[in-house]
């Protein structure tokens, strides 16, 4: 390509590589689970992020994963599977693992209360939540 006289493709192949190198470093678990997140909960309600919400208020505490629920791939011996299907499977699983999020709706919003957790935190940090309003636990 260099001594081809198109030896600017190279730069428009290294923006490229960049670009995607970019996008595939992108957290995508929504919003920025690594910042710290406070909350303080009592039996009136939540504090969060300067916002209290009351128990009345709140409609529901949840514990969401966009990343969780099974993928079907269709096998075909004739092709295989792509390589870069199954990496993008195995990634997609490892990043559900760490993408769990409890949330509180309240008046009509939802509000994140803690972000990249695992499985088994999220629902201890909900359980704990709930017991401190008193009320029914998420399942």
């Given amino acids: 390509v260099?001594?081809?006289g198109m030896a600017y493709l190279w730069?428009?192949?290294?923006?490229f590589a960049l670009l995607t190198w970019l996008v595939l470093?992108?957290?995508?678990?929504?919003?920025?689970?690594?910042a710290p997140r406070?909350?303080?909960v009592n039996p009136e309600g939540i504090e969060t992020d300067g916002t209290f919400l009351r128990k009345d208020d709140i409609h529901n505490l949840r514990i969401r994963n966009k990343f969780a629920g099974g993928v079907e791939i269709v096998y075909d011996a004739n092709?295989?599977?792509p390589t870069g299907v199954t990496m993008g499977l195995?990634?997609?699983?490892?990043l559900a693992e760490v993408a769990y999020r409890v949330?509180?709706?309240?008046?009509?919003?939802?509000?994140?209360?803690?972000a990249g957790l695992d499985e088994v935190t999220a629902k201890g940090v909900a359980t704990e939540i709930g017991k401190a309003l008193n009320l029914a636990m998420p399942t």
């Fill in 90 to 94: 195995a990634g997609r699983r490892a």
């Fill in 25 to 34: 470093l992108q957290d995508h678990r929504g919003g920025n689970p690594t």
């Fill in 11 to 15: 730069v428009l192949g290294l923006i």
């Fill in 103 to 114: 949330e509180v709706e309240a008046a009509g919003k939802a509000y994140v209360l803690a």
């Fill in 38 to 40: 406070r909350f303080r």
């Fill in 2 to 4: 260099v001594g081809s």
């Fill in 79 to 81: 092709q295989g599977i």
